[in-house]
């Protein structure tokens, strides 16, 4: 079975601040996905990034950047100089190798003061 | 580009009452999820359709179902409506490769559904 854990259901920064997200995937697949989505208050899912198994190299785009280790089955993202526009619920997922359906863990609430 | 299309954005209705709620995936996309999103909580998977056909079920109450049209959209209906129906719902899409392998999916707005 799959499950994402996002162990962190809300936290609150000052802006300017660096934050980082955890996110810890649970398969037995090979082939599988990550996603990173952000939901701002107006509720629509914003896609962010998406990560095959085979692909641990970390990216960077921005202030973004996601770190893929799956020696620790983990996919943590990273909000660098942290800005009141970033406050949202932001939701990790994964799918298999089908695409068949999103696995999605249960949201971290950030709250970026000014 | 154009995206995933539901409609409407914003649906009430009293208790008991039926909704229908629509998608219009990406064009030549042949695949549709729904997604059941309730305050506060992840969204979860209801349904899939490929080439209009049922093709994997989550947990989708009774009350509900739901079909994929010759044109590839896609209708949720849910009849005997109770409160705990109030969540936003999302449609995404996607097209199968050659391989049957369903390549990303593409998230629409989605649907606001308020029980009375």
């Known amino acids: 079975a799959q499950k994402v854990t996002q162990a962190q259901t809300e936290i609150s920064v000052v802006e300017k601040e660096d934050v980082t997200l955890d996110c810890v995937y649970e398969?037995?697949?090979?082939?599988?996905?990550l996603f990173w989505y952000k939901q701002p208050p107006s509720g629509e899912l914003v896609f962010l990034i998406r990560?095959?198994?085979?692909?641990?190299q970390n990216e960077i785009s921005g202030r973004y950047s996601w770190n893929f280790q799956k020696s620790t089955s983990s996919f943590n993202f990273t909000i660098t100089a942290s800005q009141v526009v970033d406050s949202a619920v932001y939701f990790c997922?994964?799918?298999?190798?089908?695409?068949?359906?999103?696995?999605f863990g249960s949201g971290t609430k950030l709250n970026v003061k000014p | 580009a154009a995206g995933v299309i539901q409609s409407p954005r914003h649906l009430i209705k009293e208790k008991r009452e039926t909704a229908t709620l629509k998608c219009y995936p990406i064009p030549r996309h042949d695949t549709v999820y729904w997604y059941q999103q309730g305050p506060g909580q992840d969204p979860q998977f209801l349904i899939s359709f490929y080439e209009k056909m049922q093709s994997d079920k989550g947990s989708i109450p009774d009350r509900f179902s739901a079909q994929q049209f010759s044109d590839y959209h896609s209708e949720l209906n849910m009849s005997s409506l109770e409160l705990g129906d109030s969540a936003l719902y999302f449609c995404?899409?996607?097209?199968?490769?050659?391989?049957?392998?369903?390549?990303?999916?593409?998230f629409g707005p989605g649907t606001r559904l308020t029980v009375l």
């Open positions: 398969t037995r697949d090979t082939t599988y996905y």
């Open positions: 997922a994964l799918t298999l190798y089908n695409f068949n359906k999103f696995y």
């Open positions: 995404a899409s996607s097209l199968k490769s050659y391989r049957g392998q369903d390549n990303e999916q593409f």
């Open positions: 990560r095959n198994s085979f692909d641990e």
